[in-house]
């Protein structure tokens, strides 16, 4: 059986919340009083809530993807080059 991946609207409804309270509580916003980010950092890790990196790069237009075009994956030195763009991507 698949779940689908919990939202910040799952979230708020569940704890009888606004969307935008929980996203600042998951922020840590000073705004927020400490019981009110306590319940939903809880809930966030309970229900293993992962933020959309779609939604966050729409939102703040800018991504972390590298594109990359060569003839050929299964030669030795693209590969090797593919590899080690991979590792510095990674640091």
Do not use: C, W
């Amino acid at each position: 059986m698949d779940r689908r991946q919990i939202t910040l609207k799952d979230i708020a409804k569940e704890l009888d919340l606004s969307p935008s309270t929980v996203s600042r509580a998951l922020r840590d916003h000073p705004a927020i009083s400490k019981e009110t980010k306590t319940l939903v950092q809880e809930y966030a890790v309970k229900n293993k809530y992962k933020p959309n990196t779609l939604a966050l790069q729409l939102r703040t237009n800018r991504n972390n993807t590298i594109g990359v075009i060569v003839p050929e994956i299964v030669h030795y030195f693209f590969s090797s080059v593919l590899a080690g763009i991979q590792e510095e991507a990674e640091k």
